[in-house]
């Protein structure tokens, strides 16, 4: 799979990734999505995941697989810091 049918989630508008979201699988046919989120992102993840397969892709599109995890990085003080991460794997039906 191509990175370019991955979707960070992040600070933005919570409907712009359901817009994303259905975009990929409108407009560039994607058969597989897969939506990625860390830390306190990760519930808004699963909204977007949900609406986006209830609401707009009622029918067309449903959860495949959803792998949790954990990743390690450094934060900006030189420490550690361990942090949970998803990814949630959207595709036709």
Do not use: C
């Amino acid at each position: 799979m191509t990175s370019d049918n991955s979707i960070f989630i992040g600070p933005k508008p919570f409907m712009n990734y359901v817009t994303a979201v259905v975009m990929q699988f409108t407009m560039k046919n994607a058969d597989e999505i897969v939506i990625k989120a860390r830390g306190k992102f990760i519930s808004r993840a699963v909204d977007v995941a949900e609406v986006a397969t209830k609401r707009f892709l009622e029918g067309q599109a449903g959860v495949k697989g959803i792998v949790t995890g954990s990743e390690e990085f450094q934060n900006k003080e030189g420490k550690l810091v361990r942090v949970s991460a998803i990814e949630i794997t959207l595709g036709r039906k």
